[in-house]
């Protein structure tokens, strides 16, 4: 992935280069798409600033399309730098979103974000109520909504992301050994 990452990127520069800081209406895709692309290359502080950029043309033209997934993306931003009362505005506003557009990317991306906010409230609780409203589901939930939401939409980041997150859950589960299994009955057995 990396290269490939790394090779888009490029293209997204350039891209962004031949709008020559024009507010066209669907630059706001090619902000969340470069956003994406460096989200999955780790370069966070890069991605975060795309999402926020993606949000203001949004909100300025009005365009609906790729909204949902820049709110979403800088919903998630805003609670990795502790603004709980941002990243609720931008989850809000997500929430809207995705009903109004009803893309299968932008839900699934939607869901990835709703599952990574909802893991990040776990790992260290949250005091916001207004994000533990947005978010009844739990983690797992919302990347079973997320795959589902894009079953027909083949390589999708997002979604190879929720899949991980449920393998790992998975494999978090107890195991129980036949040696364990008759040591705990063993008087049940001999009944």
């Given at each position: 992935y990396q290269g490939k990452f790394a090779k888009a990127c490029s293209f997204f520069k350039k891209a962004l280069a031949l709008l020559d800081g024009r507010e066209w209406a669907f630059a706001v895709w090619i902000y969340v798409h470069y956003g994406r692309t460096v989200y999955a290359l780790e370069d966070h502080l890069t991605a975060g600033a795309l999402f926020d950029e993606a949000c203001r043309i949004a909100e300025k033209t009005g365009v609906l399309a790729g909204r949902t997934a820049a709110e979403t993306y800088a919903a998630i931003y805003a609670l990795r730098a502790a603004d709980e009362a941002a990243?609720?505005?931008?989850?809000?506003?997500?929430?809207?979103?995705?009903?109004?557009?009803?893309?299968?990317?932008?839900?699934?991306?939607?869901?990835?974000?709703?599952?990574?906010?909802?893991?990040?409230?776990?790992?260290?609780?949250?005091?916001?109520?207004?994000?533990?409203?947005?978010?009844?589901?739990?983690?797992?939930?919302?990347?079973?909504?997320?795959?589902?939401?894009?079953?027909?939409?083949?390589?999708?980041?997002?979604?190879?992301?929720?899949?991980?997150?449920?393998?790992?859950?998975?494999?978090?589960?107890?195991?129980?050994?036949?040696?364990?299994?008759?040591?705990?009955?063993?008087w049940f057995m001999t009944e």
């Amino acid at each position: 992935y990396q290269g490939k990452f790394a090779k888009a990127c490029s293209f997204f520069k350039k891209a962004l280069a031949l709008l020559d800081g024009r507010e066209w209406a669907f630059a706001v895709w090619i902000y969340v798409h470069y956003g994406r692309t460096v989200y999955a290359l780790e370069d966070h502080l890069t991605a975060g600033a795309l999402f926020d950029e993606a949000c203001r043309i949004a909100e300025k033209t009005g365009v609906l399309a790729g909204r949902t997934a820049a709110e979403t993306y800088a919903a998630i931003y805003a609670l990795r730098a502790a603004d709980e009362a941002a990243a609720a505005r931008h989850l809000k506003n997500a929430i809207v979103y995705v009903e109004k557009c009803a893309s299968p990317l932008e839900t699934s991306i939607f869901y990835f974000g709703c599952m990574t906010i909802r893991l990040l409230l776990d790992k260290s609780p949250s005091e916001s109520e207004a994000l533990q409203k947005l978010l009844p589901e739990n983690a797992k939930e919302y990347a079973h909504l997320g795959i589902k939401s894009a079953k027909n939409i083949p390589d999708i980041y997002e979604v190879e992301e929720m899949q991980a997150v449920l393998r790992s859950n998975f494999s978090q589960k107890d195991r129980y050994y036949a040696s364990e299994l008759y040591s705990k009955n063993k008087w049940f057995m001999t009944e």
